[in-house]
């Protein structure tokens, strides 16, 4: 079967309602990956090799820092909010734990930071951007996507306002970005549009709901979906981590090559989401109902998700030194190879997308998920240090592939001791 008639079948299986849930999920999720894409071009060229190494650097921390304000509220709020899209009183209370959730964490990881500062590589020379940087990944930490997912309920409204977010970022930062000493800026941007989006669909949500605090509620959902953090943490650990430590062995320059092209292979990886961001909740609700539907759509989606990202792939593969001069110009060629071992992880990414996220979670076995994504996180910064300090940039580049074959593998033991039900018909 093609991956097109595969396709083809899935959305078959999923309602129209449900199709346009996954174009505004799409919309949202190329935007967020595009446009910043879109700026490489511009930033390569105008912070010239060691300013640019530099924000890729410092480009880590809003993304770690979301990771970890999104607990696993991101998932375990969803799918609350998918039990319970039918109940508005429900509803309006598991949004003001999930805000109240929020405030505390991001007491938490501003706290962290504070500590970190004297720690981390080159924040003691550019402290503005390092806490600029911070205060961009609270904010999209905050972002209400988990109940829109959800609920299904405004999607179109959510995509449109961040969407618009995106494309402001973009054009402010073409047009006040245009020296090497003004990268620190590119935080404060980020900041500013994602946070006015943000407050605003907060602020819908409030006349609609009128939730209020529950840091009580807060803290036992914390508790409830600490699984769930634990694997954000171990993904953090993974990707950002992993990268903070290179900092420590290779030049700048190298620095934000190996960085910049690993953005390229999680931004194919992220292409992705739409498809696990619009069937996650559909399994949640259908794995008691409708089982053999929850299987066919399983195991589609892991064919077609497979499928894409090796397509994907390959393309990079082929098309990487037209690539790295079109996105970061002629300057930064040199790095071919270095993305071609790269983005030979992204067809094991799909294994990630559908055995951890919309099988393991679903099925309520996010503990098995964590334990694979510990285990893992546990052995990256090892091997990360090991591998670069030993092989250079090239072990830095082999390193990530390592980690994302380390994750196909555990997860799919994972799937097939805690929930094998959910690929395969019980034989008993």
Not at 183 to 197: N, R, T
């Amino acid at each position: 079967m093609s991956a097109l008639a595969s396709l083809m079948r899935l959305a078959r299986l999923i309602n129209a309602k449900r199709g346009k849930l996954f174009f505004s999920f799409g919309a949202i999720q190329v935007t967020q990956l595009l446009l910043p894409l879109l700026a490489l071009p511009w930033l390569g060229r105008i912070l010239e090799p060691e300013s640019f190494g530099l924000l890729m650097y410092m480009a880590l921390f809003p993304q770690g820092i979301a990771l970890i304000m999104e607990w696993g509220l991101t998932l375990g709020g969803a799918r609350s909010a998918a039990w319970k899209r039918d109940d508005d009183r429900a509803l309006a209370t598991l949004l003001g734990a999930v805000f109240s959730a929020k405030m505390l964490l991001a007491l938490f990881c501003a706290g962290a930071v504070i500590a970190a500062f004297p720690l981390v590589p080159h924040a003691r020379e550019y402290p503005a951007a390092f806490f600029l940087a911070a205060c961009s990944g609270i904010i999209r930490g905050c972002s209400p996507f988990w109940f829109y997912q959800g609920t299904s309920q405004d999607v179109r409204q959510l995509a449109i306002w961040d969407v618009s977010s995106s494309l402001c970022a973009l054009a402010l930062i073409l047009v006040f970005i245009h020296a090497p000493g003004d990268w620190q800026g590119y935080f404060f941007i980020d900041a500013i549009c994602k946070g006015i989006a943000y407050a605003w669909l907060y602020c819908h949500l409030w006349r609609r709901y009128a939730p209020g605090p529950d840091f009580t509620g807060a803290l036992n959902l914390l508790g409830g979906t600490l699984p769930l953090f634990m694997v954000s943490l171990s993904q953090a650990i993974c990707i950002y981590g992993a990268q903070m430590v290179i900092g420590w062995f290779l030049a700048p320059a190298q620095m934000g090559i190996v960085i910049a092209t690993g953005k390229m292979l999680r931004a194919l990886g992220r292409l992705a989401n739409p498809l696990t961001q619009t069937v996650f909740p559909e399994i949640c609700v259908l794995r008691n109902s409708q089982p053999a539907v929850a299987r066919r759509i399983l195991r589609l989606s892991l064919l077609v998700t497979f499928a894409f990202l090796f397509i994907g792939g390959a393309c990079i593969w082929a098309l990487a030194p037209w690539i790295l001069r079109l996105a970061l110009g002629e300057a930064y060629v040199w790095g071919a190879p270095i993305l071609r071992i790269m983005i030979l992880g992204a067809p094991l990414m799909a294994f990630g997308h559908v055995l951890g996220t919309q099988t393991l979670v679903s099925f309520g076995q996010e503990k098995s998920q964590m334990t694979v994504y510990a285990i893992v996180a546990t052995l990256s910064l090892p091997l990360v240090a090991i591998f670069t300090s030993q092989w250079g940039i090239m072990g830095a580049a082999w390193a990530p592939v390592c980690i994302e074959g380390a994750l196909a593998c555990g997860l799919f033991i994972a799937v097939c001791i805690a929930c094998p039900h959910a690929l395969w018909k019980k034989t008993d």
